[in-house]
């Protein structure tokens, strides 16, 4: 038996989504984390100047580098990781930066298809695709699309849905 | 068949909530001689006032609900300033369960829940007994004659409740309610001087003995109430099968619950065996079925039998599955166990070795000896549990079924129709990948929905997803050895095989 594998989905996610997902990271998690890091500095600086040998390496430890080692790494290796394609019958996902996902459901079992664009994706004309199915497990998001790519995944998408008649479940 | 009324008898078992906080104010008043505090009246006003609004519109809405079976669907009608009419299609039913509990059960009474395919369940609380069952069995089209009963309950599994949850969980759930009842009779256990001295006699100075003897304690009280929850929940339980469309699972002491599933909506099964029931050789069976409701409910409902000997779980699989879950599984590589090692040694083992360090540092060298204990007890049953776990990890295909096979404090053997597998997901992470393995995920619309192969060989992973479910990802597969690094330019080096 010739050993197989998966071979990475055809198109990549939108060059965009890197500047989203850096902002996501700001939004969610850097961001915090260096405001937090900045204040206790300045207040200790203010007022407890004898606290700052040991607090400034802890805060830079805990706070500073983790903050900006997520910044800096996640959104390269999302952009790295996620893509996407269609083919006839199915619809196939990679996604994730630490713990990676691929994942292939065939259209013949979609229920609805979603076409999410939040906030910070809209000023990147950007937008989620999720495909869902009977299954919770099954349910496909393709993220970090440019905004006409998703209208056509999700259009697609419906129109294979509509040929099967059957029950989805 | 003309709008019926629910039984006027429910208004009775509406309003026996009523009970616990009555008595808990009797039992304050007696407790204090009759002189109540304030805290005390206001407890008892306030449950006066709420009692007396919730019987007043339970009261309105169960003479206003009407409820009637025509020849396709079961309607229900609440007509109250408006009216709001819900009408279920017969086909769109999935199952048609009746509770009762203890108070129902005295009045005659029981519950009809009604699950849809699409929105929640539909509810008739409550009918007389007869009605209740003649309307369960026009709507689930079946009757309860001609039954095969595949399992029924048999006293001398009785001795595998103590290897449950229940017996420590329970006896942590009692304890706090215990607490929390003296606490709102104003009562503080310490102060009860039986208590006290046993507390100040053998407590501090005699901690070599009453460890011991408060883990047996518990151990005991623990096994008392988990043969307890036993009975209450699998008192007369039978599991009965009437060919081909339905299951049935009937069960309870006090509280009597009788859940139907559709053959059609079966997507395999579970043999479930916890660390403690494992070492007493018993298992458990649950259902991989779909159209149980939510998550939590379809959870309660999906057990078809409870902790019994595994002979008995094995032919309960097999009458479910049509063959038996008893196959040789493909074992899974050694860095799979090696991968669970590190887990207990990172997790388990370092944490607490360094805190007994720290300790050391600030409190003196005594607390050295903790050190090392914790760190020897602890290596020794992470490397007993990872071996155990690596052991219990396996899959293969037997016949229509995909079978999967892991854990170690809870080792669940599920078998899964492949033709009932609607997606996959394969996953990895830096560590895994550097040691050759990844999770494959089978997408199943029944149970849990997503059934995890944890670490299998990443080089088999795609070629035995493509055989156990085929066609669902032939298209997107390439000859080689190399695990897909999607998106990324440069491949990934093919990785080390240890085994």
Same mark, same amino acid.
């Not at chain 2, 519950?111 to 409550?126: E, I, Q």
């Not at chain 2, 290596?379 to 899959?395: E, F, P, Y």
């Not at chain 2, 394969?426 to 990948?433: A, N």
């Given at each position: ?169 | ?23 808990? %104010?009797?039992?304050?008043?007696? $407790? ?84 849809? $395919? ?71 256990? =310490? ?80 043999? %479930? ?34 902790? $019994? ?62 050190? =090392? ?7 020794? %049953? ?62 199943? %619309? ?54």
């Amino acid at each position: 038996m010739t050993p197989l594998r998966l071979r990475p989905p055809r198109h990549k996610a939108d060059p965009r989504a890197r500047t989203w997902w850096t902002v996501q990271a700001l939004v969610v998690f850097s961001g915090p984390s260096l405001l937090t890091a900045l204040a206790l500095l300045v207040l200790s600086a203010l007022f407890f100047p004898g606290a700052l040998p040991w607090l400034a390496p802890l805060t830079t430890v805990v706070l500073v580098l983790p903050a900006l080692a997520y910044l800096l790494a996640m959104p390269r290796l999302r952009y790295r990781v996620h893509a996407w394609e269609l083919s006839t019958g199915a619809v196939y996902s990679a996604s994730g930066w630490f713990w990676r996902e691929q994942r292939i459901a065939p259209l013949s079992r979609v229920q609805t298809v979603d076409t999410v664009r939040g906030p910070i994706q809209r000023a990147f004309g950007l937008a989620s695709v999720t495909m869902t199915t009977a299954s919770t497990a099954a349910n496909v998001t393709i993220a970090g699309l440019s905004s006409a790519d998703a209208d056509e995944i999700a259009t697609r998408i419906g129109a294979a849905a509509r040929l099967e008649t059957g029950d989805a479940a | 068949m003309t709008w019926q009324r629910l039984s006027a008898r429910t208004a009775v078992v509406r309003a026996t909530w009523l009970l616990p906080p009555l008595g808990s %104010a009797l039992l304050a008043a007696l $407790a204090s001689g009759g002189n109540l505090d304030a805290r005390c009246w206001i407890l008892v006003g306030s449950t006066g006032l709420t009692f007396a609004v919730i019987t007043l519109s339970g009261l309105l809405r169960l003479r206003t609900t009407r409820y009637r079976l025509t020849a396709d669907a079961l309607e229900t009608r609440v007509r109250l300033l408006g009216s709001r009419t819900r009408t279920v299609p017969l086909t769109r039913i999935r199952y048609a369960d009746l509770t009762a509990g203890p108070v129902h059960r005295l009045l005659g009474l029981e519950v009809l829940r009604v699950g849809t $395919a699409g929105a929640g369940d539909l509810v008739l609380d409550a009918l007389p007994r007869e009605e209740a069952r003649r309307l369960r069995e026009r709507l689930a089209a079946q009757s309860d004659g001609d039954r095969t009963v595949l399992s029924a309950m048999n006293l001398r599994w009785l001795r595998y409740a103590p290897l449950t949850f229940w017996v420590f969980g329970g006896v942590g759930i009692v304890v706090g309610s215990a607490f929390r009842l003296l606490d709102q009779l104003g009562l503080e256990p =310490w102060r009860i001087p039986v208590v006290a001295r046993v507390f100040t006699d053998y407590g501090p100075g005699a901690l070599w003995l009453a460890i011991p003897l408060t883990v047996l304690g518990v151990a005991v009280i623990g096994g008392i109430g988990a043969t307890a929850v036993y009975l209450e929940n699998w008192w007369r339980f039978r599991l009965t099968r009437s060919d081909p469309e339905t299951l049935r699972v009937t069960r309870g002491l006090f509280t009597t619950r009788s859940v139907s599933m559709e053959r059609r909506l079966l997507r395999g099964a579970e043999l %479930a065996e916890p660390l403690l029931l494992r070492a007493g050789g018993g298992a458990s069976v649950r259902a991989v079925a779909g159209g149980l409701g939510d998550a939590e409910e379809a959870r309660a409902r999906s057990r078809v039998l409870p902790p $019994a000997p595994r002979a008995e779980a094995v032919a309960v699989a097999t009458a479910l599955l049509g063959t038996s879950p008893e196959v040789a599984l493909l074992p899974h590589p050694r860095a799979a166990r090696r991968r669970r090692t590190t887990r207990g040694l990172l997790w388990a083992v370092l944490p607490f070795t360094v805190a007994f360090l720290v300790l050391a540092a600030l409190f003196g060298p005594g607390w050295l000896h903790g050190a =090392w204990a914790w760190c020897a007890a602890s290596s020794a %049953a992470t490397w007993w549990l990872a071996r155990d776990a690596h052991r219990s990890l396996g899959h293969a295909i037997a016949g229509p079924h995909l079978m999967i096979r892991s854990g170690t404090f809870s080792r669940d053997t599920v078998a899964l129709d492949r033709s009932g597998i609607l997606a996959w997901t394969l996953s990895d992470s830096p560590f895994s990948r550097r040691a050759g393995l990844a999770s494959l995920t089978a997408a199943v %619309a029944a149970g849990r929905h997503g059934y995890r192969i944890p670490d299998m060989a990443a080089d088999e992973a795609a070629g035995f997803a493509d055989d156990a479910a085929p066609g669902i990802l032939r298209e997107f597969l390439v000859p080689g050895v190399t695990f897909a690094t999607s998106g990324n330019p440069t491949p990934h080096p093919a990785p080390l095989h240890p085994s």
